[in-house]
């Protein structure tokens, strides 16, 4: 379905597609008037199975970086599972650096074939080796130029490179003092452009790869597919993607877990709020304040904006109000029920009196979270904040399972939460804004499930990215509806608020992830994740949705994960 040209709208919150719950105290969204976005209006279009990228008519896309290819100017290739992007311009609006993270490389799993080591001979000639594996997780700085025709390219530069599980990193914050450098980055899941031009890099899924388990004083121990230590792990880690000798530094201050991504809201002498989500079943919901306040233009904003402050878990109540609890040696003890927590010591009372130190607090931080009380939810994945009304909005990609738990809908929803005053306070107010699920003409058309990356454009419309999983997509009766993952257009704000329309639909067994703007909002870069990951290879035997032959679309060609530029024809 299309919409008219040129809608002009005033933001005022509707309510289209709550699920039922308190919605009170939330208030309007900033009346100001939506901007026009090159990239509207679309004609949306239906769920597919087809092994292609599909996008609306009138819009194409180009490959810019497959796995596997050989970045310009270096001895190194581009990475396996993009996800999250950042692009930052350089010099006028045909020039920049993107920023790609690589989560994860495809081995096999229960009722996935392993399409990473089965396509790994054809594409680099060998059979692959742990330290390649180490290689094709990280992230990769691409220096891109846009062509006269219109298209990005990559470009010899300096600044072209790779961060993988093996790079030199600085340490910043509480814990990991006594570590001096770790090395390696590895499960980057999403992240965030900050506005002091460095990138945030999360470490989400780190126990597939090291052991995940570290004790009261923060202790990790080595081991796991990589052999790292468990401690060094499940951190934020800063890039400066302008600046190749500068090593990136992770932020232990902004705890350890299986970190989705970190939004963060600024405002000038204000300190700085991050929001970030734990993905895991009963995971939480996080937010830190910084110590410093923003000054805009300050040189050593970079590594250490974040290096001090206050790390916080949600409570979400059912009356619709929540609060933040301080991971302090001082909160008291709350323990959640049947839930994951260190063995107490005697008579303790307060987390300083489990934990060895506030450093060792953070390495536990879902733990921790478990022992105050904060709120177990249905897998928080991506954590934005609305560029207008700076509301934050949560996607929980699926349903919860302690005890009385609010999380019941298994494809997943949209929460919003509004903070009292500049957003450093303790209290919030929350609503359930969109849910996923089946087509439901009465619920606004409940048309995705799993709900995982986020982003906003610059007028507040939403954008999301689903991930249902390999082993449900086109298998799971109760997901077939869906077909192929995709892109969805959801407004905030007017007449069609919670509606969602279809932009893209993603190759066969693969994701959509990480989507970033060009300044000029003429372009947006896409990664296209783990195509073919549970049947591996199509065959001229095989028929589609089974297996993937993208982007090439030619039976008998591996399935490449890359990122892709998408423009207007």
Not at 48 to 75: C, H, I, M, Q
Not at 111 to 138: A, N
Not at 196 to 225: H, I, K, M, Y
Not at 398 to 413: K, M, Q, R, V, W
Request: aromatic share 10%; charged share 20%; proline share 8%.
């Amino acid at each position: 379905m299309g919409f008219p040209r040129g809608r002009r709208q005033f933001l005022r919150f509707l309510g289209a597609g709550f699920t039922g719950a308190c919605a009170g105290g939330l208030g309007p969204l900033a009346t100001t008037l939506a901007a026009a976005e090159p990239l509207l209006p679309f004609n949306a279009i239906s769920p597919s199975s087809r092994d292609r990228l599909l996008l609306p008519p009138g819009f194409e896309y180009d490959v810019l970086a497959k796995w596997g290819d050989r970045l310009p100017g270096t001895n190194t290739r581009f990475g396996y599972n993009a996800d999250f992007t950042a692009f930052i311009p350089l010099q006028g609006a045909d020039e920049g650096l993107l920023v790609v993270n690589h989560e994860y490389v495809s081995l096999p799993e229960p009722g996935e074939i392993g399409v990473y080591s089965q396509t790994f001979p054809t594409v680099i000639g060998r059979e692959p080796r742990l330290d390649d594996e180490m290689h094709d997780v990280g992230v990769s700085v691409l220096h891109v130029t846009r062509r006269k025709n219109g298209r990005w390219e990559l470009t010899r530069s300096p600044l072209t490179r790779r961060y993988d599980a093996q790079s030199r990193m600085a340490v910043s914050g509480p814990a990991l003092q006594t570590a001096g450098s770790v090395a390696g980055t590895l499960a980057n899941c999403s992240g965030c452009h900050t506005p002091w031009n460095t990138v945030l890099t999360c470490e989400e899924n780190f126990q597939d790869c090291v052991p995940e388990a570290v004790d009261t004083a923060g202790r990790g121990r080595s081991g796991g597919r990589f052999g790292g230590n468990s401690a060094h792990f499940g951190w934020v880690v800063e890039i400066d993607p302008l600046d190749p000798s500068w090593t990136p530094v992770k932020h232990t201050m902004l705890g350890r877990f299986r970190h989705e991504n970190v939004a963060v809201r600024v405002r000038d002498d204000a300190p700085v709020v991050a929001y970030m989500g734990d993905d895991r079943t009963n995971g939480h919901v996080y937010r830190f304040v910084s110590e410093r306040r923003y000054a805009p233009g300050r040189l050593d904003n970079r590594g250490s904006m974040l290096s001090r402050g206050r790390l916080y878990a949600a409570v979400f109540n059912r009356d619709g109000s929540g609060e933040w609890r301080e991971l302090a040696p001082a909160t008291p003890l709350r323990a959640n029920p049947r839930s994951s927590v260190p063995a107490l010591p005697r008579g303790a009372t307060t987390l300083g009196q489990v934990y060895a130190s506030p450093g060792a607090i953070v390495t536990d931080a879902f733990r921790a979270s478990n022992l105050i009380g904060a709120t177990p939810t249905g897998r928080p994945e991506d954590v934005e904040v609305h560029p207008l009304d700076q509301s934050v909005y949560i996607a929980f990609t699926a349903a919860a399972t302690a005890p009385d738990h609010l999380f019941p809908n298994i494809y997943g929803e949209i929460w919003r939460i509004v903070e009292e005053g500049d957003g450093t306070g303790t209290r919030f107010t929350w609503m359930r804004w969109k849910a996923g699920g089946p087509h439901d003409a009465r619920q606004s058309g409940r048309v995705f499930a799993a709900p995982d990356n986020l982003a906003f454009d610059r007028t507040g419309n939403l954008w999301i990215v689903t991930d249902i999983s390999s082993s449900r997509i086109n298998a799971d009766a109760r997901y077939t509806e869906f077909q192929n993952n995709g892109m969805f257009y959801v407004p905030t704000s007017g007449v069609d608020a919670g509606i969602a329309r279809q932009f893209a639909s993603a190759p066969c067994e693969a994701e959509l992830a990480g989507p970033s703007w060009t300044p000029g909002r003429d372009t947006f870069f896409l990664s296209v994740q783990h195509p073919g990951e549970a049947n591996g290879t199509r065959t001229s035997t095989m028929l589609s949705p089974r297996g993937s032959n993208w982007p090439s679309e030619r039976p008998g060609d591996p399935p490449l994960p890359g990122v892709v530029s998408i423009r207007r024809e």
